[in-house]
């Protein structure tokens, strides 16, 4: 997960700028900085280390060997990875260590002034997580199982195991992390920038190591594992904070307002978020917050209760993209996709520039419907594992819900999209959608199959289905118990994955007709005799 923070140098001698922090060693930083009373000097530099997660970096035409691996999704992302990784066999040659050195030079080259900002923002601990046996050796455990270091964005289906492996990988790569962010600190100390630098730590979400069922993030509702994340925050001016923990409900959308304050720089009256030292200090609290992700559930909290607005129906439309850049993380928007743009009237937030407006095509695969609304009292259930239905809370965060919409200048058709009227004082018994949805909540908190439920082969519900279907045999037995599978929308969305994958994702084979699948590939396609897990028996 990318992180974010800041530095910001203030005048060394402002009487206030005193005290000695003792910050938590977590999760690596992002740093800003500056001179109060000015901004920083636009030297406007950027930096980018290269190599993480399938970046095409290194060319190279013949395949890299790839030892036997549990990751059922592998494309040209997941092939380039494994390029990649040829070239980062040691520390010093990570994207995350070359961050944080470049981050290091720029603090070394310019402590002694004022007027700077500084943004070390690092990759990790995203996946893959890949890092040196070094660290992999803090987590010592047993396991002789398929390399796995990267999930899949799926529920789990792995063995237990295997996942508890996944998250030792991913341990082994934070306390690298922490590593880094250790570097900084310590520098920290070496310059002397306690009593007049700010420092803030912070990241951008988590991420599901078999919580809920799940791996990663995006498919599942956005629960508290991925959008509670870590935040602390040094503050010279404020020396009484230094140790203390805070309640108080804050945003990221807060820390660009606090660095202006930092700054002494004027806040725009359209920016949203609050500063930290008004709402931790109860002077501007923030009594709800509003989150989630385009085409998503809408989701509200007070800090109590978690609210998870759903669309109303199957379609989850009307939907629209708004943008003046017409891309995505990975490509450009289509000529298809633009021929039903038209202009936007502008947001109150855009300075009078018309958007263009998109019609979005979601998939039923993905959208909020597959899970339900969803409604959680932190209170009595922090792990969010049992769904409450509370029809007076409900309505009450309901209303919350539109009124931050609206103060959000939310698009009309949010509203329609998610059975909601315009005005708060509209919303009725009638608008609530947690009972009416409950059974497809409860089918979607259902865990998946796992590998080990299922007798297994030479093919078998884990092979690359693009391998299985080469072999006839393999893909008329498909065709037999599962009829029209291979003719739908799910090979579309998960053609990269496993039979047993897309039943987790989509609950479409059923576990009967997996079942049937795997015997019946057992039986055509049976282990070697030379496989070191054949025993004699198909395995299960």
């Not at 309505?395 to 708060?424: C, F, H, I, K, S």
Request: aromatic share 8%.
């Amino acid at each position: 997960m990318g992180t974010a923070g800041a530095l910001r140098r203030l005048d060394a001698r402002d009487p206030q700028a005193a005290g000695r922090p003792h910050p938590p060693r977590q999760r690596p930083p992002a740093l800003l900085g500056g001179r109060r009373g000015h901004l920083p000097r636009p030297l406007h530099l950027l930096g980018v280390s290269r190599g993480q997660e399938g970046d095409a970096w290194k060319g190279q035409v013949a395949d890299p060997e790839i030892p036997e691996n549990l990751r059922a999704t592998r494309n040209d992302l997941w092939r380039q990875d494994w390029v990649n990784r040829q070239y980062l066999d040691t520390e010093a040659k990570q994207p995350q260590t070359l961050t944080f050195d470049a981050g290091l030079e720029f603090l070394r080259t310019n402590h002694a002034e004022d007027d700077w900002f500084v943004q070390i923002e690092t990759f990790d601990p995203h996946e893959p997580f890949f890092t040196q046996d070094h660290y992999k050796d803090l987590y010592p455990h047993d396991y002789e199982g398929p390399h796995f270091d990267w999930p899949d964005y799926n529920r789990v289906t792995e063995t237990d195991e295997q996942v508890r492996h996944a998250r030792y990988e991913y341990a082994a790569l934070l306390s690298m992390c922490d590593h880094s962010l250790g570097r900084v600190l310590d520098a920290m100390d070496e310059l002397g920038l306690w009593d007049d630098t700010l420092l803030i730590v912070c990241t951008d979400h988590g991420y599901l190591l078999g919580e809920k069922g799940w791996w990663a993030k995006v498919v599942t509702p956005w629960y508290n594992e991925l959008v509670h994340t870590p935040l602390f925050v040094h503050d010279p001016r404020r020396p009484g904070r230094a140790g203390t923990r805070d309640a108080a409900l804050v945003q990221t959308v807060d820390l660009a307002p606090t660095l202006l304050d930092f700054f002494g720089a004027e806040i725009p009256q359209d920016m949203r978020g609050r500063l930290l030292r008004e709402t931790g200090d109860g002077q501007h609290p923030r009594y709800s917050a509003l989150f989630g992700m385009f085409g998503g559930h809408v989701n509200i909290t007070d800090g109590r209760y978690v609210y998870m607005r759903a669309c109303h129906d199957d379609t989850n439309q009307p939907l629209y993209e708004h943008t003046l850049m017409p891309t995505r993380i990975r490509g450009r928007f289509t000529p298809e996709e633009l021929t039903g743009l038209t202009l936007a009237e502008p947001f109150p937030f855009t300075k009078g520039v018309p958007t263009l407006r998109i019609p979005a095509r979601p998939s039923p695969l993905l959208g909020p419907q597959r899970f339900g609304t969803l409604l959680f009292d932190l209170e009595t259930d922090p792990l969010q594992e049992k769904p409450t239905s509370d029809p007076a809370v409900e309505l009450r965060l309901a209303r919350l819900l539109v009124e931050r919409l609206r103060a959000d200048d939310a698009p009309a058709d949010q509203y329609t999209r998610l059975g909601l009227p315009y005005d708060p004082e509209d919303v009725t018994e009638a608008h609530l959608l947690v009972d009416a949805q409950r059974e497809r909540a409860d089918a979607g908190r259902r865990p998946a199959a796992r590998s080990d439920e299922f007798t297994e082969g030479a093919l078998n519900l884990r092979t690359p289905l693009a391998e299985l279907l080469a072999e006839p045999a393999a893909a008329d037995a498909v065709r037999r118990i599962v009829p029209g599978l291979l003719d739908t929308e799910l090979l579309t969305v998960r053609g990269g994955s496993t039979l047993l994958q897309i039943a987790a994702f989509t609950g479409h084979p059923g576990r009967a007709q997996l079942t049937a699948v795997a015997d019946e590939l057992a039986r055509l396609f049976p282990v070697p005799d030379d496989h070191p897990s054949n025993d004699g028996e198909p395995s299960r």
